[in-house]
Structures are given as C-alpha cells and as structure tokens.
C-alpha cells in the first residue's frame, strides 16, 4: 500500500501512527504510491487551499484506480471527517472514507476494503472519542527531529476556524502518558522534540491542572538524550509570566517561540472572537524580549478579515514594523463554509486581500533580511538536517523549526544530519544563513 500524507504537524503524527500500524499488521508498504495496490490518503481540510491539495491527491489517486494500477483508494483525516459522506459525491470512486477517531485501524479497514469488491465504507465517528495514543510511529522525514503531541481539538472558537467543528474540543493528553511518548522518541534516536498541540498553554487545563505546559518542561528536561524542545502554537492570552519563566530556565527548551497573533486591531480581533487587544499583545512581545533577550519569534496573521478597513490594515503594519518578528505567516481570509465569519458584513475584495498579503510579506522580507545580516559573523550551534552534497550540509539553528522556516547552508562540513555543529555565518539571504563549519561536532 501506499501512503499520501498531507496537512500540518498534527495530521503527520497520524500519518506517522498509521504507517506503524499498516507495518505490525504485515502489509507492505511502497515509498511510490503509484506501484501501490491502495493509497490512502490522510487528508487536510482546514482552508481552502488545503482542501483543494487534497481534493487534487485524491482524484490522481482516482486515476491511478482507473487506469488499473490501483485497486484500492481510502480517503481519512480532516477532509474526511469534515465533508463525511458528501466527499462521496464530490470525488466519484472512493472506497472508504475513515473519521479521525478510527486511526488506529487503519490496517483492518484496508484488509476489509480489500476483500470487499463492490462496497464502500464510511466510518462515522461523531461519538467516538478522538484523543488516541501515539506512541509507535513510522517517523516521516529525518530521524532526529519528531513532533509530539499534548492534545487534540481547541476550545477558542475562533470565528474564522473551522477546528473546532472538525477535531472537536480541546483534550489533553495525561502528563505521563506524553512523557512516556517522549522518552520513546529519544530512546529511538529523536534530539529534538517539537511540542504541539491546537493551543499548548491550554494542555491540562481541561483536567483542572495549572500551569501543564510548565510540569511538561520540567519534565523534558529530565529526559537524558533530548537536547532541544521547541513549542509550538502557543495561544497569547495562555503564554502566563510564570510559563515564560520555566521557558527561561529551562535546559531543553530553545529560545523560539511561535505566537500566532492573527491580527493586532481591537475591533478586528473582537471580530475574530480573540481575547487579545493591541495593548495586550504589545505587552506580551514586550515581556518576552525583556525576560528572554534572545528569544526568536514566529508569528501568524490574517489580512482581508470580513470589515478590514484600509488603516486597519496599516495598524497592522506598523505592528509588524514595532514587533520585528523574526519569522512571519501570513493567509489572506479564507470564508470557510460553517464558520461565523463567513456571513460577517464587509467581505474583503480578492484583490485588496492579495494586494495586502504581498504588502505583509514584502515588509518581513525587509526585517528577516536585516536580521539575518546582523548575524553575520557569529558562530551558531546547528543541526544537521540533510547532506546537500559531499562537503555541504542543510541545517538549522535554534531559531528556525523544520519545514516552516529559513535554514542554514553550512559549507566544509561532512557531520552526518543530526549532529550539532558549530558554524560561523558568513553570508545571509532573507530567508537563508550561509555558514562556514568551524566545528564538525558530536551526535
């Protein structure tokens, strides 16, 4: 069988899950979806964009079935859970679709798909509970980095989010249970652990415990082979002075922090169902750099939200101006069916919302650009991702997570990936380091 995963961190975890299940039950696993007998198909459905790229994996998984070298096509994850039967009619041909919840059987529902010539499945699983255990992955991509997961769903109800209606409730994970997790992926050769969750200041608080995320930290850093953890999504009103100072004296977790803000106007965010203010988010940036000067900062933004004036616009701006965010995302609004904000008054033009995307982007491209210049010269702890040729290396330093931010091009190097180098940067791009390995360092 073979395997198409897509969407974000989360969606890999089950992707990862399910790949291990697929290899205990004993069927073959092919690296080339098109000499697979079934594809599965672990889907994203979040905003359109990602509907559409999964829309598109699932009719060319279609046309592999109909040209015969498919016999099997099964559709799971958000897109799934989230369209159920209707992708039915959406996309003529598939064999299965699965909910969420039935991740863990996976390799069943191929067997029986299999031996089933003419019906198809639908898994419903709308009263299953849908926080599972994942221990025992397929690690996809490099060995020495891996995601690990605190909890599913999310409580905000966001205005514009469709997450909560698709992965239902913020649940956490046991303190144990993901400490357990953690030691598993060190144990299997994992250095760096990335923290994640819809919002991981909430871990625990829907057990009645305080300040999780801080009893997590002080967990990893009990946990001998881990080098570095990094936290990601964390939500502003949850990141308390108690957690950036557990943060701050911490021997695991790394300087990075990634705080999706969305937008920084009062009336926008009320809008959104936000809590935050201006106000509030100046104060929160404000007491990060003061308690931890070297923190790095990732952000996430929303331009073109239904009402969106133009001085809006450039209060947002100015923000990112003040800020000087150290990486930025940033999605034009996407009306997303079901959503409170789809039937909002004042729906932003198309245009005026690309036109202010690229307005966004060009202005962090100026600041990452400034940035990394400022670097030039220092010498960097790095890990090794990948080998680019015999004597060059792509990796990272503490201040760039895998996949979604910049890398380091480190030259003279021969340190296989997951080995911490020292490299002195030599050269810089807006969204590239250019270093020199003045250091082959340890694994």
Same mark, same amino acid.
């Given at each position: 069988?073979?395997?198409?995963?897509?969407? *974000?961190?989360?969606?890999?975890?089950?992707?990862?899950?399910?790949?291990?299940?697929?290899?205990?039950?004993?069927?073959?696993?092919?690296?080339?979806?098109?000499?697979?007998?079934?594809?599965?198909?672990?889907? *994203?459905?979040?905003?359109?964009?990602?509907?559409?790229?999964?829309?598109?994996?699932?009719?060319?998984?279609?046309?592999?079935?109909?040209?015969?070298?498919?016999?099997?096509?099964?559709?799971?994850?958000?897109?799934?859970?989230?369209?159920?039967?209707?992708?039915?009619?959406?996309?003529?041909?598939?064999? =299965?679709?699965?909910?969420?919840?039935?991740?863990?059987?996976?390799?069943?529902?191929?067997?029986?798909?299999?031996?089933?010539?003419?019906?198809?499945?639908?898994?419903?699983?709308?009263?299953?509970?849908?926080?599972?255990?994942?221990?025992?992955?397929?690690?996809?991509?490099?060995?020495?980095?891996?995601?690990?997961?605190?909890?599913?769903?999310?409580?905000?109800?966001?205005?514009?989010?469709?997450?909560?209606?698709?992965?239902?409730?913020? =649940?956490?994970?046991?303190?144990?249970?993901?400490?357990?997790?953690?030691?598993?992926?060190?144990?299997?050769?994992?250095?760096?652990?990335?923290?994640?969750?819809?919002?991981?200041? =909430?871990?625990?608080?829907?057990?009645?415990?305080?300040?999780?995320?801080?009893?997590?930290?002080?967990?990893?850093?009990?946990?001998?082979?881990?080098?570095?953890?990094?936290?990601?999504?964390?939500?502003?009103?949850?990141?308390?002075?108690?957690?950036?100072?557990?943060?701050? =004296?911490?021997?695991?977790?790394?300087?990075?922090?990634?705080?999706?803000?969305?937008?920084?106007?009062?009336?926008?965010?009320?809008?959104?169902?936000?809590?935050?203010?201006?106000?509030?988010?100046?104060?929160?940036?404000?007491?990060?750099?003061?308690?931890?000067?070297?923190?790095?900062?990732?952000?996430?933004?929303?331009?073109?939200?239904?009402? !969106?004036?133009?001085?809006?616009? !450039?209060?947002?701006?100015?923000?990112?101006?003040?800020?000087?965010?150290?990486?930025?995302?940033?999605?034009?609004?996407?009306?997303?069916?079901?959503?409170?904000a789809a039937s909002l008054p004042g729906q932003v033009p198309s245009a005026t919302k690309r036109r202010r995307y690229d307005l966004v982007m060009k202005t962090q491209q100026q600041i990452a650009l400034e940035k990394?210049?400022?670097?030039?010269?220092?010498?960097?702890?790095?890990?090794?991702?990948? !080998?680019?040729?015999?004597?060059?290396?792509?990796?990272?330093?503490?201040?760039?997570?895998?996949?979604?931010?910049?890398?380091?091009?480190?030259?003279? *190097?021969?340190?296989?990936?997951?080995?911490?180098?020292?490299?002195?940067?030599?050269?810089?791009?807006?969204?590239?380091?250019v270093c020199d390995c003045v250091d082959q360092g340890t694994t």
């Amino acid at each position: 069988m073979g395997m198409i995963g897509l969407g *974000c961190p989360k969606n890999q975890v089950d992707t990862e899950r399910m790949l291990a299940h697929i290899a205990q039950s004993g069927l073959v696993i092919s690296s080339d979806p098109e000499r697979a007998e079934v594809v599965v198909i672990n889907t *994203c459905g979040f905003i359109r964009p990602a509907i559409d790229e999964s829309i598109d994996a699932i009719r060319w998984a279609m046309r592999l079935k109909m040209q015969g070298s498919a016999k099997k096509v099964i559709v799971c994850g958000c897109l799934a859970q989230r369209l159920g039967q209707g992708l039915f009619r959406k996309v003529k041909g598939i064999d =299965a679709l699965v909910g969420l919840s039935y991740r863990d059987q996976i390799a069943q529902i191929i067997l029986q798909t299999l031996s089933d010539t003419k019906k198809r499945t639908y898994l419903d699983d709308t009263a299953r509970p849908l926080l599972l255990d994942d221990s025992i992955r397929v690690l996809v991509g490099p060995g020495h980095t891996a995601y690990l997961r605190l909890s599913e769903g999310c409580s905000h109800h966001c205005s514009f989010c469709t997450i909560p209606s698709i992965r239902g409730p913020h =649940a956490s994970k046991p303190l144990k249970q993901v400490l357990q997790e953690a030691k598993h992926l060190v144990q299997a050769g994992v250095r760096e652990l990335i923290v994640i969750g819809q919002d991981i200041t =909430a871990y625990l608080k829907d057990q009645g415990i305080k300040d999780g995320l801080v009893r997590l930290i002080e967990g990893l850093d009990r946990l001998d082979g881990l080098a570095w953890a990094r936290l990601m999504y964390l939500y502003p009103s949850g990141l308390t002075g108690t957690l950036i100072k557990a943060m701050a =004296a911490s021997s695991k977790v790394v300087h990075y922090v990634d705080l999706p803000i969305q937008h920084v106007d009062d009336q926008i965010l009320k809008a959104m169902r936000r809590p935050d203010t201006a106000r509030s988010l100046r104060m929160l940036i404000e007491e990060l750099k003061t308690t931890i000067p070297d923190m790095i900062l990732r952000t996430t933004l929303i331009v073109g939200f239904p009402g !969106e004036t133009q001085a809006q616009f !450039e209060s947002l701006l100015e923000f990112i101006r003040w800020a000087r965010f150290d990486a930025l995302g940033c999605f034009p609004f996407y009306s997303e069916p079901g959503t409170p904000a789809a039937s909002l008054p004042g729906q932003v033009p198309s245009a005026t919302k690309r036109r202010r995307y690229d307005l966004v982007m060009k202005t962090q491209q100026q600041i990452a650009l400034e940035k990394n210049l400022a670097r030039i010269g220092s010498v960097l702890t790095c890990i090794v991702d990948q !080998e680019r040729s015999r004597r060059t290396r792509i990796g990272r330093f503490y201040g760039q997570a895998p996949q979604i931010d910049s890398n380091c091009l480190i030259r003279n *190097c021969h340190a296989k990936p997951g080995t911490f180098v020292k490299a002195k940067v030599t050269d810089a791009r807006p969204y590239e380091l250019v270093c020199d390995c003045v250091d082959q360092g340890t694994t």
